[in-house]
């Protein structure tokens, strides 16, 4: 697929493993080099913490000295470098840079000793969207001829970019899965805590109830039972001293009073017998 100024490269599908990272382009830039360009989505803190951890991981991607070692570690986080010259765009330009490459693998031409530079300008282009400009030259020690990348240094920097990007990302989501999962626990901890709020409340208030209750009954119990008193009493047939005598209660003995009357009171006693009693002859409960 071609576009003006932009060619798109067919390995974009196997760099970008997730989506909206789509466009991975060999360009022009307004330096005249050949160069690599690429969009990224995500915030901007994450992004930064993936380019910086390429810039900063000491290996160039995509290159290697000795077919028996196909990795170039040793490489070095600079903040200039006159490889490439000036960057006279917008961005925030950053350096890898390897000394004493010797005929290092996919420069173009390359047979000589000298120092490997890659260079990343990361751009805003959009909320949450970014663009990266990848460099990588050559540059003999003797001689100061310059060669440029074949493009496999600067698409497999992306890579290591685009790779620690999504695990950032795969993190981030996990870390708000986890807190969304510790939430919930917490809340359900907490509605389990209310509600043995509200069950201890309830049983109080029951509890409570229910002393009031007892209060209640020991008072109206007060107010509707008498106790003989010390010299017994005698249960009458009717309420006068003629009255023939039904029974006699012993000291002490409770007797429920049914009716009130100004000398005498008509009780019942614990087996359900009824008579009269005069009132001196029974006390008040304790």
Same mark, same amino acid.
């Given at each position: 697929?071609?576009?003006?100024g ?7 599908l196997?760099?970008? /493993?997730f ?12 330096n005249?080099? =050949?160069g690599?360009?690429?969009? /990224? ?8 913490e993936?380019?910086?951890a ?5 290996? =160039?991607?995509?290159t290697? *000295?000795?077919? #028996?070692e196909?990795? /170039?570690?040793g490489?070095?986080?600079?903040? #200039?470098? #006159?490889?490439?010259?000036?960057w006279?765009?917008?961005? +925030? ?5 390897f000394h004493?490459?010797?005929a ?6 390359? $047979?000589?000793?000298?120092?490997i ?9 959009a909320?949450?969207?970014f ?9 003999e020690?003797?001689h100061?001829t ?12 992306f +890579?290591?970019?685009?790779? !620690? ?8 989501q996990?870390n708000i899965?986890?807190?969304?999962r510790?939430?919930?626990? =917490?809340?359900?901890k907490?509605? /389990?805590?209310?509600r ?13 109830s229910?002393q009031d ?7 109206l119990?007060?107010?509707?039972e008498m ?5 017994g009493?005698h *249960? #009458? ?5 003629a ?6 209660? !012993?000291?002490?003995?409770d007797?429920? *009073?049914?009716?009130?009357s100004?000398?005498?009171l008509?009780? $019942?006693t614990?087996?359900?017998h009824?008579?009269?009693?005069? !009132? $001196?002859?029974?006390v008040?409960?304790?």
């Open positions: 697929m071609r576009a003006t932009v060619y798109v490269s067919a390995v974009c196997s760099f970008i /493993l989506a909206d990272c789509l466009l991975f382009a060999k360009t022009t830039d307004k005249g080099d =050949i690599f360009s690429a969009d /990224l989505e995500g915030n901007q803190a994450d992004v930064r993936a380019l910086e390429v810039v900063n991981d000491a290996t =160039i991607h995509g290697y *000295v000795y077919d #028996k196909q990795s /170039l570690n490489a070095e986080a600079e903040e #200039k470098s #006159k490889a490439l010259g000036d006279t765009g917008p961005g +925030k330009v950053y350096f890898k840079v004493g490459a010797l290092p693998r996919n420069f173009k031409g390359s $047979e000589d000793q000298g120092t530079t890659v260079r990343y300008v990361l751009q805003d282009i909320p949450n969207r663009r990266i400009h990848i460099d990588a030259v050559f540059v020690n003797e100061r310059v060669h440029a990348s074949e493009g496999i240094v600067e698409s497999s920097e +890579k290591e970019i685009t790779d !620690k990007l999504r695990a950032i990302q795969l993190q981030a996990k899965e986890s807190k969304a510790i939430d919930a626990q =917490i809340a359900a907490e509605e /389990l805590l209310r043995r709020q509200e069950e201890a409340t309830r049983l109080s208030n029951a509890e409570s229910a209750l007892v209060q209640r009954v020991q008072e119990r007060h107010k509707v106790r003989v008193a010390a010299s009493a *249960v #009458k047939s009717a309420p006068f001293a009255a023939a005598t039904l029974e006699t209660l !012993k000291p002490s003995t007797v429920a *009073v049914m009716i009130l100004q000398y005498w008509g009780i $019942e614990s087996d359900g009824r008579g009269w009693i005069r !009132k $001196e002859e029974l008040a409960l304790p």
